[in-house]
């Protein structure tokens, strides 16, 4: 039997021991709650990664100079990074990680709408705190998302407007090219239902779609040209996403198909797709944006310099959903600091109305249907890889989180500010949310 020194003893050293660990677990959450975590969810590999990577670095520029400047609320940001690798379900739980293992605070990402369709039941369950970049649908808004990218009606309806127009070129017939998937089939729902309000008969709308990561175009061009042969001005309208670009406006250019010919006006193609384009066959194709990386203002002189300093390659771009993710940043920060936390719900109330400057020379605002303000512009690619603007809108146009264009949505609205209505989907009508808030 022991004796009750060593007994004693031993008692001491495992107080001591447990003492310390407790010490050393205290430290540890006296640490993890001095920083403020941003979750980062872009694919840095597969078929997107072409496109997202690119966010993911810019997040991390914005977390770096905000850092620099002392962070948010005395604590600074630190960044979580995961890689859903262009995988849809994958988002869902890479989000799910972010939000109950690595308790962020906010999340910057997603690309796609399947991707973002494939987050919204998780971070609306686990409350948790989205800002989406890219241009999309509509069709949506939800609590839990801030939608910094264009919705059609600043984007897709301005682009085709435009062509219609005579500096434009008066354009009669339309093909609408897409990836198969949510943002495509939605926005050309939209599109050739605002068309044949124009007055644009069926027969001169053309519809195909092809999977991610498509190669082979020869016979979908090949149908292009044949339909633009009619006698009328032809136009393409491309909501093509991802690496399928590359080999599509190749084909046009194997087919002998120029803008003066076939315009394509894109939706998904900025200065980063193009960095891997022989542009020289594409000079004229056009695509239309919130942003440009010529659009000249000394907002985006500084951007491009901070940019290319952290990045440290002189060669690389920027592009329109950077801007986005750089504003839908700003405007976090500006929210957490005006509400003294980083509680979702307070964060969420406080952003609302909230203003901060675009890189165009404008403001970006807030609305309680969580879409911004944008202008509108549209570029003509040039043999540099860099767009020179053509036109654009006069001032900036309201983001509309439902189309006027269909029956189903017209009727419906959104505000998340309104005590009335606080809901994403509200009836005109019936004077009641329908279904779930977006």
């Known amino acids: ?61 914005l977390v770096e100079e905000q850092n620099k400047k002392g962070g948010v609320l005395g604590k600074k940001l ?17 989000t799910k990680e972010l939000l109950e293992k690595e308790k962020v605070d906010v999340i910057f990402g997603c690309w796609t709408s399947v991707s973002r369709k494939s987050v919204l039941p998780v971070i609306e369950e686990l409350n948790g705190l989205l800002f989406y970049p890219v241009q999309y649908e509509g069709e949506e808004s939800s609590k839990n998302v801030f939608y910094t990218g264009a919705a059609p009606n600043q984007q897709a309806i301005p682009a085709v407007d435009y062509l219609m127009s005579k500096d434009g070129g008066s354009v009669k017939r339309w093909v609408l090219a897409g990836t198969d998937y949510v943002y495509p089939r939605t926005t050309n729902k939209i599109l050739e239902a605002y068309l044949k309000s124009k007055g644009v008969k069926s027969s001169d709308i053309m519809i195909n779609y092809t999977p991610f990561g498509h190669s082979d175009w ?58 891997g384009f022989d542009t020289a066959p594409l ?39 950077m801007e986005a993710t750089y504003i839908g940043f700003k405007m976090w920060v500006k929210a957490v600091e005006k509400a003294g936390t980083t509680d979702v719900d307070k964060v969420h109330d406080a952003i609302i109305g909230i203003s901060v400057p675009n890189l165009t020379g404008g403001i970006a605002t807030m609305l309680p249907n969580h879409h911004l303000t944008k202008p509108v512009l549209i570029g003509e690619i040039q043999d540099n890889g860099q767009f020179d603007i053509v036109w654009q809108t006069d001032g900036a146009v309201p983001g509309d989180a439902w189309t006027d264009f269909l029956p189903e949505s017209a009727k419906l609205e959104a505000d998340w500010k309104d005590p009335k209505i606080m809901c994403g989907n509200y009836n005109t009508e019936t004077k009641k949310c329908s279904g779930q808030n977006y």
């Open 218 to 275: 020869q016979t979908i061009v090949s149908d292009i040209k044949k339909f633009g042969s009619q006698g009328k001005k032809t136009a393409v309208v491309s909501t093509i996403n991802g690496d399928a670009n590359v080999p599509f406006y190749k084909e046009l250019a194997n087919q002998g198909i120029s803008a003066g010919d076939i315009p394509v006006v894109a939706f998904s193609v900025g200065e980063e797709e193009l960095s």
């Open 283 to 321: 000079v004229g194709h056009l695509a239309a944006w919130n942003y440009f990386m010529s659009a000249p203002s000394d907002a985006n002189d500084a951007f491009i310099d901070k940019w290319l300093e952290f990045i440290g390659d002189k060669k690389r771009v920027t592009n329109d959903p």
């Open 1 to 61: 039997m022991e004796s009750r020194k060593s007994i004693k003893t031993f008692a001491k050293r495992g107080g001591i021991a447990l003492a310390a660990a407790t010490l050393s677990l205290s430290a540890s959450i006296a640490q993890a709650a001095d920083t403020i975590k941003v979750g980062v969810l872009h694919s840095l590999s597969g078929t997107m990664a072409i496109s997202e990577t690119t966010l993911k670095d810019t997040v991390l520029m």
């Open 78 to 94: 630190e960044p979580v990074v995961v890689d859903p690798a262009s995988n849809w379900p994958l988002f869902a739980e890479k």
